[in-house]
């Protein structure tokens, strides 16, 4: 791999492991599909129960219409609740739902299931390598994720 293409391969691997991920994730769920969005907020309230929906766009670098549109479709769905911030009456806070719970307990095991298979047909030192390189790809997100917040 050549220096001048590295930062584009790095983001084709990526952005192709990750869509791989979920397109066979799809596959034995019940219920109406969540978008990559709707995750992703569902992982934030969990991580931060009760954080606000300005908030939650923030986090994800959303404008505040869209996250309300994610938290009316969720909320409908059974994901959410919407609890009236008793500091501030017009401003909602966000829990789980107990199915949201269950259902995001069970995406994550089944994504770590379906990870470790294939990473476990890898040979050791491919494994090796990719563990080694986590702390970096953390970093790396750790970055964008800090840029995303100035701009």
Same mark, same amino acid.
């Given at each position: ?8 391969? &790095? ?15 799809? #596959? #034995?769920? %019940?219920?109406?599909? *969540?978008? #990559? ?6 992982? *934030?309230?969990? =991580?931060?129960? #009760?954080?606000?929906? =300005? ?6 670098? &959303? /404008? =505040?219409? =869209? ?16 609890? %009236? ?19 995001? /307990? ?5 994504? %770590?299931? *379906? ?14 390598? &990719?563990?080694? /390189? ?8 750790? %970055? ?8």
């Amino acid at each position: 791999m050549e220096a001048d293409t590295f930062p584009e391969d &790095l983001a084709d691997v990526l952005v192709g492991v990750q869509r791989l991920i979920r397109r066979r994730l799809r #596959g #034995g769920i %019940t219920g109406p599909r *969540l978008r #990559g969005a709707e995750v992703e907020l569902l992982r *934030l309230v969990e =991580s931060r129960p #009760g954080i606000g929906v =300005s908030e939650a766009a923030g986090h994800l670098h &959303l /404008a =505040s219409n =869209s996250v309300s549109t994610l938290v009316n479709r969720l909320a409908r769905d059974g994901h959410l609740l919407r609890e %009236t911030d008793p500091a501030d009456r017009r401003a909602a806070r966000l829990l789980l739902t107990g199915a949201a719970e269950q259902r995001l /307990a069970d995406w994550r095991r089944r994504r %770590t299931e *379906l990870v470790g298979r294939h990473v476990s047909r890898l040979d050791e030192a491919d494994r090796e390598a &990719l563990r080694a /390189a986590l702390p970096a790809l953390r970093r790396l997100a750790r %970055t964008l994720h800090e840029q995303a917040g100035e701009s």
